[in-house]
């Protein structure tokens, strides 16, 4: 069992940053790929992007691509997205997600934290 707890979220300017922080709980936190998706109002949820257990490799969405910046931190059980330039299109409520790539079922969900960028 992973639980998972989001910060950081707020209102920003468009052009501005922010950096959201996920908690995680947990013995094998390293084992698990973490990621971040976001959803809007009136839309389905998305994905944001996303990184190894080792912090090896990191995969964005096009959209956020060159702008936003996921990493981790395993010796204290933390990811983070670092988002840049950001955007009126990039309000929405952002979730952390933790996915073991072995264990079905596996598929931890944050509690999401809001942020609103105004242009």
């Known amino acids: 069992q992973v639980q998972l707890v989001e910060s950081g979220g707020g209102l920003v300017q468009a052009g501005g940053s922010l950096t959201l922080s996920c908690a995680a709980s947990?013995?094998?936190?390293?084992?698990?790929?973490m990621g971040w998706y976001r959803q809007a109002p009136g839309k389905e949820r998305e994905f944001v992007a996303t990184i190894r257990g080792s912090g090896s490799k990191a995969i964005y969405a096009d959209s956020v691509k060159g702008r936003f910046t996921i990493s981790r931190d395993n010796t204290k059980n933390m990811v983070y997205l670092q988002m840049n330039s950001l955007k009126p299109e990039d309000t929405a409520i952002y979730y952390c997600?933790?996915?073991?790539?072995?264990?079905?079922?596996?598929?931890?969900w944050g509690q999401g934290t809001q942020v609103t960028v105004s242009s």
């Open positions: 997600n933790a996915r073991h790539p072995l264990l079905v079922g596996s598929d931890y």
């Open positions: 947990g013995r094998t936190f390293s084992t698990y790929d």
